[in-house]
């Protein structure tokens, strides 16, 4: 028989072991689903951004916290999900696997693996929405992203940590600029994200085969939300993007962010904001179309050096219609931008590629991101296209010219020529300053329109194997001093005897 204070002492120690197993969990109920978007009642301490789950194991994307409801747009199919259903948080702000687990894959925004080569190991996540780096955590841009194609590098120079918007019509050449900067990153140490935005699969698939044939998926990653996924997937994808490049910038490297393109992001985002019901201001964007864009591309930085001297360069896409510049999102994106690369219709008919319009194109950080080298053949170029351009117009009515305004108009004939350049060859800085310089010094004023291009691949390939001394000088010392001015015109005048 038991004594009591034995039971009492068996109690105690049952009571001791005991552990509560009670959990607080915050959970919600829908209230009504459609087109995207769940109306949940009841998540009463959840974050704006946060990510809660669903019972058919979706996952979706608080973006409206309202008196009485939670608006939830929901990232996958909305098939499963009935009203009275569970919503339960996550705790967890909307983020993406980040680090060398990404390179060279495809993946959707939310990091769900799209190549079929397994899933990503990768150990860290950062949150899509971060804090950019502050004024004082920056420093000048001044080192050059050479991007390898000559119209860009000569006259509107990008640095890294620089912002430039590409914007031109449909079918101008935007997305071809972008693969060639990509394909010129090969040596350069620059990490490259390609974010795909609304795009159709089988374009990302054609760049993706691209960009892996020329050896540039070694250090690329794409990332994919395309125009069959739903808005929320396009909204998330440059956060998504943004948050792999910072990684690689806060780890004191460099990376290249491409935003391919944000007309599409805009449109996501517009029809989001619709379907929450909040309210449409100019051409039924959200009064916050601005803003989404400007909180992105403020995150593109060079850091200080104490800091790791890591930068983030993004390279956004704009797409207008007929021309039109000044349209609402556009314009945004204008302002947000360190300076624009403006391609032209009537340029690219007209054979001129890349079809770049020098008077619209420009780059606020300028002649700081280029190297001395390329500035001393290339200053006053843009002026004298800028130039050749209205003479070319003002000549068409006039018969009689004077001998100077001829000469101009022949170089400047000859330098559109020099700067046309096929798609995926990029070429190396110290060539482009050779053909540059032999346009901008007279070589090319007697020779025929026509064989201007042949002139100039044969004058590199001659250069290359005649001078390479030359080619080593520019890319070492990276500035022409009177010495190599001198060699360069003896080796341009020796090439040109053997041309004609």
């Given at each position: 028989m038991l004594k009591p204070e034995e039971v009492v002492q068996a109690i105690q120690t049952e009571i001791q072991k005991y552990e509560t197993k009670l959990k607080m969990e915050s959970v919600g109920y829908v209230l009504q689903v459609g087109d995207g978007i769940a109306r949940v009642y009841g998540l009463d301490e959840v974050m704006a951004g946060e990510l809660v789950t669903f019972p058919n194991g979706t996952t979706g994307l608080v973006l409206n916290l309202e008196p009485d409801n939670v608006g939830v747009v929901v990232l996958g199919p909305v098939s499963g999900i009935k009203e009275g259903h569970q919503v339960k948080r996550t705790g967890r702000i909307a983020e993406v696997p980040v680090g060398k687990a990404l390179v060279g894959r495809v993946i959707s925004p939310i990091g769900e693996p799209l190549d079929g080569k397994g899933a990503i190991a990768a150990d860290k996540k950062r949150p899509m929405e971060t804090v950019p780096p502050s004024v004082i955590e920056r420093q000048p841009v001044k080192e050059p992203l050479q991007t390898g194609i000559k119209a860009i590098d000569a006259m509107i120079p990008i640095g890294r940590g620089q912002r430039e918007l590409v914007i031109g019509d449909r079918q101008t050449g935007k997305t071809a600029i972008l693969i060639d900067t990509i394909i010129n990153q090969k040596d350069s140490g620059v990490q490259c994200i390609y974010v795909a935005i609304g795009q159709k699969l089988s374009s990302v698939v054609a760049l993706a085969q691209t960009l892996e044939k020329h050896g540039a998926m070694q250090y690329t990653t794409i990332v994919c939300a395309s125009s069959e996924d739903p808005a929320p997937l396009q909204y998330l994808a440059p956060y998504a993007g943004c948050a792999i490049g910072e990684e690689i910038m806060h780890s004191g490297k460099h990376a290249l962010v491409v935003y391919d393109d944000l007309s599409k992001h805009a449109v996501a985002y517009r029809e989001l904001s619709l379907l929450l019901q909040r309210?449409?201001?100019?051409?039924?964007?959200?009064?916050?179309?601005?803003?989404?864009?400007?909180?992105?591309?403020?995150?593109?930085?060079?850091?200080?050096?104490?800091?790791?001297?890591?930068?983030?360069?993004?390279?956004?896409?704009?797409?207008?219609?007929?021309?039109?510049?000044?349209?609402?999102?556009?314009?945004?994106?204008?302002?947000?931008?360190?300076?624009?690369?403006?391609?032209?219709?009537?340029?690219?008919?007209?054979?001129?590629?890349?079809?770049?319009?020098?008077?619209?194109?420009?780059?606020?950080?300028?002649?700081?991101?280029?190297?001395?080298?390329?500035?001393?053949?290339?200053?006053?170029?843009?002026?004298?296209?800028?130039?050749?351009?209205?003479?070319a117009a003002f000549a068409q009515l006039s018969t009689d010219l004077d001998k100077a305004t001829k000469d101009q108009l022949t170089r400047g004939a000859r330098m559109v020529e020099v700067l046309k350049q096929d798609i995926l060859v990029p070429i190396p800085f110290e060539k482009q300053v050779v053909a540059v310089f032999a346009g901008n010094e007279g070589h090319l004023d007697d020779v025929a329109l026509a064989k201007c291009a042949e002139f100039e691949r044969r004058l590199l390939e001659f250069v290359d194997a005649q001078y390479h001394d030359i080619l080593h000088e520019i890319r070492e010392k990276k500035a022409l001093s009177d010495d190599l001015k001198k060699k360069l015109t003896s080796a341009v005048t020796k090439f040109k005897a053997t041309f004609e």
């Amino acid at each position: 028989m038991l004594k009591p204070e034995e039971v009492v002492q068996a109690i105690q120690t049952e009571i001791q072991k005991y552990e509560t197993k009670l959990k607080m969990e915050s959970v919600g109920y829908v209230l009504q689903v459609g087109d995207g978007i769940a109306r949940v009642y009841g998540l009463d301490e959840v974050m704006a951004g946060e990510l809660v789950t669903f019972p058919n194991g979706t996952t979706g994307l608080v973006l409206n916290l309202e008196p009485d409801n939670v608006g939830v747009v929901v990232l996958g199919p909305v098939s499963g999900i009935k009203e009275g259903h569970q919503v339960k948080r996550t705790g967890r702000i909307a983020e993406v696997p980040v680090g060398k687990a990404l390179v060279g894959r495809v993946i959707s925004p939310i990091g769900e693996p799209l190549d079929g080569k397994g899933a990503i190991a990768a150990d860290k996540k950062r949150p899509m929405e971060t804090v950019p780096p502050s004024v004082i955590e920056r420093q000048p841009v001044k080192e050059p992203l050479q991007t390898g194609i000559k119209a860009i590098d000569a006259m509107i120079p990008i640095g890294r940590g620089q912002r430039e918007l590409v914007i031109g019509d449909r079918q101008t050449g935007k997305t071809a600029i972008l693969i060639d900067t990509i394909i010129n990153q090969k040596d350069s140490g620059v990490q490259c994200i390609y974010v795909a935005i609304g795009q159709k699969l089988s374009s990302v698939v054609a760049l993706a085969q691209t960009l892996e044939k020329h050896g540039a998926m070694q250090y690329t990653t794409i990332v994919c939300a395309s125009s069959e996924d739903p808005a929320p997937l396009q909204y998330l994808a440059p956060y998504a993007g943004c948050a792999i490049g910072e990684e690689i910038m806060h780890s004191g490297k460099h990376a290249l962010v491409v935003y391919d393109d944000l007309s599409k992001h805009a449109v996501a985002y517009r029809e989001l904001s619709l379907l929450l019901q909040r309210p449409p201001g100019r051409e039924a964007y959200p009064g916050d179309v601005f803003y989404i864009h400007s909180r992105l591309l403020e995150r593109a930085a060079k850091l200080r050096d104490d800091l790791g001297a890591g930068s983030l360069t993004a390279l956004p896409v704009i797409e207008t219609q007929l021309g039109d510049v000044s349209a609402y999102v556009p314009t945004n994106v204008i302002s947000i931008t360190d300076g624009q690369i403006y391609l032209e219709t009537d340029l690219f008919y007209a054979g001129v590629r890349p079809a770049i319009n020098v008077g619209l194109s420009v780059s606020r950080v300028g002649g700081n991101a280029q190297t001395k080298a390329m500035k001393q053949v290339a200053g006053q170029l843009r002026l004298a296209l800028a130039q050749y351009r209205e003479l070319a117009a003002f000549a068409q009515l006039s018969t009689d010219l004077d001998k100077a305004t001829k000469d101009q108009l022949t170089r400047g004939a000859r330098m559109v020529e020099v700067l046309k350049q096929d798609i995926l060859v990029p070429i190396p800085f110290e060539k482009q300053v050779v053909a540059v310089f032999a346009g901008n010094e007279g070589h090319l004023d007697d020779v025929a329109l026509a064989k201007c291009a042949e002139f100039e691949r044969r004058l590199l390939e001659f250069v290359d194997a005649q001078y390479h001394d030359i080619l080593h000088e520019i890319r070492e010392k990276k500035a022409l001093s009177d010495d190599l001015k001198k060699k360069l015109t003896s080796a341009v005048t020796k090439f040109k005897a053997t041309f004609e």
